[in-house]
């Protein structure tokens, strides 16, 4: 079979439970090579539930989970998961205050945060163009503590992309951001949707 054929990712009749209470009952999906996805929905609907089964977080009580061909409890999820690049606020929360952003952005190539040691010169060269392609090169030299919510999304962002993953997926994006900021940003993902081959779901 073509791989492109293959969806990016198929969930079937998945449900999780936890504890007696339903967070989730048959949830089928299918998103397709090229697809970019919004899920919306109310605090508590079982949106960051969803987002840990795919990423192999929270096992599911029932259902099957197909990402980039992987089945969940067929292959090991520890490796696809280095396939994925993943922006939410856990990582955040954790960025070193005086860390320069592109600093930020090359520990995304290790899985670094706060990184250290000697910046070689291709991942600086790298790094320098995911932040044009983020449309933040001019926040090169600026620590985390100085940037805004958006710069900091956008920073986020690009440490994904530094990986070079299959799929990118985005937790809760706008998260703190007041409406004109949002609104700036969602048109932000627009263009960064346009321009780039990866695949995005975004929560």
């Known amino acids: 079979m073509n791989r492109n054929r293959t969806p990016v990712l198929e969930v079937s009749h998945l449900r999780i439970e936890r504890s007696g209470t339903v967070i989730l009952d048959d949830i089928s999906w299918c998103v397709q090579h090229g697809e970019h996805w919004v899920i919306i929905g109310a605090n508590g609907s079982g949106k960051t539930s969803l987002l840990s ?30 396939r994925i690049g993943l922006v939410s606020s856990s990582i955040r929360q954790m960025m070193a205050d005086g860390e320069p952003a592109l600093e930020t952005v090359i ?47 956008r920073v986020l962002i690009g440490r994904a992309l530094m990986a070079k993953p299959k799929v990118l997926i985005l937790d ?17 993902l627009e263009r960064l949707g346009r321009k780039s081959q990866h695949r995005r779901f975004s929560l």
Request: include cysteine; charge should be positive; aromatic fraction near 12%.
């Open 53 to 82: 089964a795919l990423t192999g977080y929270f096992m599911p009580t029932s259902g099957e989970i197909q990402l980039l061909g992987e089945h969940y409890g067929q292959s090991d999820w520890r490796e696809l998961r280095k």
């Open 107 to 153: 520990g995304g190539k290790y899985a670094m945060i706060d990184f250290w040691g000697k910046v070689r010169p291709r991942d600086r060269a790298q790094a320098l163009r995911i932040l044009k392609q983020v449309e933040c090169e001019y926040l090169a030299a600026r620590p985390w503590q100085v940037l805004s919510q958006g710069e900091r999304q």
């Open 172 to 188: 809760e994006p706008c998260a703190g951001l007041d409406p004109a900021a949002r609104e700036h940003f969602l048109h932000f």
